[in-house]
C-alpha cells in the first residue's frame, strides 16, 4: 500500500517535465558518426591542393606553343599559305623525240629557202654562205663522176661534170621539173653545203616514186657524187644525213584491215 503514492508522484514529475530524455541508441549513433565524417573531408583537400599543379603544368605547357605564335610574322597567316607550297616541283619529260637525219635536212632547207624569199622581198642581195671552209677542188675536164640515189621508191642516177652550175633532170631544168621551191632547195642541199654550186653541172635521171620522193633521191646521189670528187666532204656530209639511205617507207597492208592499221568499225549490236 505504501509503495502506490510513490508510483504516482514519478508519473506527475514526468508529465511536467517538458525536456524528454533523447534515447540513449539516438546519442550513441551521433557519437559513431562524427568521426566517420572526418575521412571524408581529406581527399576533397587533397583535390584542392592538386588543382593548382596541375593548372601549372598546363600553363606550362602552353607557354612554349604561345612564345612559337609571336615569333611567327604577324602579317603571315596559315589560313592564306598555299596547300602543297612546300612540295618540290616534279620534272616532267619531253614528249620531242630526237629528230631523223631526213627531218633535219627537210627542216634546214625551208629555213634556207624562207631566208631566201625573205631576202627576194626586202631586195637584199647579201645571202648567207653555207659552203665549206675550204676551196672546191678542180676537176678535170673530160672527168665525170656517177653515183645513184634511193629514197623511198625512187631511184636517181646522178652524173656530175665540170661547169657553171646547170642542173638538168630528166633532160629539164630543175625549176621546171620541180615546181616547189622547198623541192629545189633539197635537191640541192648537198652542192650549197660544200660550195660546188656554180662549179660543176649535174645531169640526173630519176624514176619511181613520187615527187617528195626523187628530190630526196636526187639529194642523195649528189651527196654521193661529190665523195667521189672530194673525199674530204664525207665527214661534213654524213654529219648532215646526206649520206645516208633513208629506209622509212611506207608501211604494208594486212589481211583484214583496211590500211596498215586501221580497222574496220567494230558494232557491237
Known amino acids: 500500500m505504501e509503495d502506490e503514492p510513490q508510483n504516482e508522484t514519478s508519473d506527475d514529475q514526468q508529465a511536467e517535465d517538458p525536456t524528454p530524455m533523447p534515447p540513449a541508441e539516438e546519442t550513441s549513433g551521433d557519437q559513431d558518426e562524427a568521426p566517420a565524417e572526418e575521412p571524408a573531408e581529406?581527399?576533397?583537400?587533397?583535390?584542392?591542393?592538386?588543382?593548382?599543379?596541375?593548372?601549372?603544368?598546363?600553363?606550362?605547357?602552353e607557354e612554349p606553343e604561345a612564345a612559337e605564335e609571336l615569333e611567327e610574322p604577324k602579317g603571315e597567316k596559315k589560313k592564306?599559305?598555299?596547300?602543297?607550297?612546300?612540295?618540290?616541283?616534279?620534272?616532267?619529260?619531253?614528249?620531242?623525240?630526237?629528230?631523223?637525219?631526213?627531218?633535219?635536212?627537210?627542216?634546214?632547207?625551208?629555213?634556207?629557202?624562207?631566208?631566201?624569199?625573205?631576202?627576194?622581198?626586202?631586195?637584199?642581195?647579201?645571202?648567207?654562205?653555207?659552203?665549206?671552209?675550204?676551196?672546191?677542188?678542180?676537176?678535170?675536164?673530160?672527168?665525170?663522176?656517177?653515183?645513184?640515189?634511193?629514197r623511198k621508191n625512187a631511184i636517181a642516177r646522178v652524173t656530175l661534170l665540170p661547169g657553171s652550175g646547170k642542173i638538168e633532170v630528166n633532160g629539164r631544168p630543175l625549176e621546171e621539173f620541180f615546181p616547189r621551191p622547198l623541192h629545189q632547195t633539197?635537191?640541192?642541199?648537198?652542192?650549197?653545203?660544200?660550195?660546188?654550186e656554180s662549179s660543176v653541172d649535174v645531169r640526173v635521171r630519176v624514176h619511181g616514186g613520187g615527187v617528195s620522193g626523187q628530190a630526196g633521191a636526187m639529194r642523195h646521189g649528189i651527196a654521193r657524187a661529190l665523195t667521189e670528187v672530194d673525199p674530204e666532204l664525207r665527214g661534213e656530209l654524213k654529219r648532215r644525213g646526206f649520206l645516208t639511205r633513208d629506209a622509212r617507207a611506207k608501211e604494208r597492208r594486212k589481211a583484214g584491215l583496211k590500211k596498215a592499221r586501221k580497222r574496220p568499225q567494230f558494232s557491237k549490236r
Open 42 to 61: 581529406a581527399p576533397l583537400a587533397e583535390q584542392e591542393e592538386a588543382e593548382p599543379e596541375a593548372a601549372e603544368e598546363l600553363e606550362a605547357a
Open 186 to 196: 633539197t635537191a640541192t642541199q648537198p652542192l650549197a653545203i660544200t660550195g660546188y
Open 80 to 150: 592564306d599559305a598555299i596547300p602543297g607550297a612546300d612540295l618540290e616541283p616534279i620534272s616532267v619529260e619531253s614528249d620531242e623525240r630526237p629528230l631523223s637525219a631526213e627531218e633535219k635536212a627537210r627542216k634546214e632547207a625551208e629555213e634556207e629557202e624562207r631566208a631566201r624569199r625573205e631576202a627576194a622581198l626586202t631586195g637584199d642581195s647579201d645571202e648567207e654562205e653555207q659552203a665549206a671552209s675550204r676551196a672546191p677542188a678542180k676537176m678535170e675536164g673530160g672527168s665525170r663522176y656517177l653515183a645513184t640515189g634511193k
